[in-house]
């Protein structure tokens, strides 16, 4: 039996009025629907803490795109469907090469990972021989497979710690990812490639500290884990709001902290994504957005239309070439192997 598409969902049910099928009802039926055919393809869906909230609300797990793609690789089914950007679907399969990821939209992109192209890598390495590359997750595969040890924003300190102090360090693509791990480390011979996420631009210094004295009892929540937060953790640690309110969490502490933290009102320096679910998590603290506007277009790009012709059509499939993705898997562990503090997600 073919499986129906959104569009027959949407619509009331035999018997059922325009007015009976109410929208909690049709998103209800989808949900079921969206299990029902997850299990028939031996599928585990992922969702990424910027996805719209229902695609959260119907995931069998949501978090960063690190512990995403960790999750995937101990999953035991054989197909993993990626809600969030190709960069980290592209990731999940990096890890996990022997199974089907797809991504409902193989056109939601992001804008740090454009950022720096392997070809642009090329010639900076050859300009810089004997320099160590550095990553940020946020690259394409291909970035990852010319790249020496990836980080995450929560390791990139330690990552480029473990880097003899004489050897120069070629870091990219996010200039204020760069420009932290520079002030943090004091070492002069880091050049630092001058990428950055566009919803970052929504998140600036003065809006910080202008939110942090409103609101003077408030904590501050950044989650690291996507470069649109990079800039917020910068002016953290530039003294742009008192360091004692400042709180760098994964998603999982987040929720943690929320529900155990002393303060009722929180500021979230991330995408607006990330409060659906802390609001879940934690319904008696009110959460507030640093910036309303700070959303990414391509993390919304993955709609409930589209998972579900995903799941249908068994598409976008992501393919990675095997060498590719066998170079870019040296730089993730080592990654892993120096440890991601504070980057657990959930
Ligand atoms: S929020 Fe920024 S870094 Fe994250 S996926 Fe969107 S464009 Fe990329």
Known sequence: MTAPTLDSLRRPGAGETVSDATDSERTARWARQ????????????????????????????????????????AA????????GVHFMAETAKILSPDKTVLIPDAQAGCSLADSLTADELRAWKAQNPGAVVVSYVNTTAEVKALTDICCTSSNAVDVVASIPADTP???????????????????????????????????????????????PDADLYIHPECGCATSALYLAGAGAVPADRVKI??????????????????????????LHQLRR?????????????????????????????????????????????????GAVERMIAIGTSGGGGE
């Open 34 to 73: 969206i299990r029902e055919l997850a299990e028939k393809r031996d599928a585990v869906i992922l969702a990424h803490n910027y996805q719209v909230p229902e695609i959260q609300d119907v995931a069998h797990h949501v978090g960063d795109s690190l512990a995403l793609s960790r999750i995937a690789s």
């Open 76 to 83: 035991s089914h054989s197909v993993i469907v990626f809600c």
């Open 169 to 215: 360090v070629l870091f990219g693509p996010d200039q204020f990812l760069g420009a932290h791990v520079r002030r943090i480390l004091g070492r002069d011979n880091i050049s630092v490639w001058g990428g950055e996420c566009h919803v970052h631009a929504g998140i600036n210094g003065a809006q910080l500290a202008a939110k942090a004295r409103e609101n």
């Open 249 to 274: 969490l994964s998603t999982g502490d987040m929720v943690t902290a929320a529900k155990r933290g002393s303060s009722r009102t929180v500021l979230v320096a991330t995408e607006i994504g990330m």
């Open 281 to 329: 998590a934690a319904p008696g603290v009110d959460f507030r957005a640093v910036n309303e506007r700070a959303s990414c277009k391509y993390m919304k790009m993955i709609t409930p239309q589209k998972l579900l012709s995903s799941l249908e059509q068994m598409r976008d499939e992501v393919v990675v070439d095997p060498e590719v993705a066998r170079r870019a898997r």
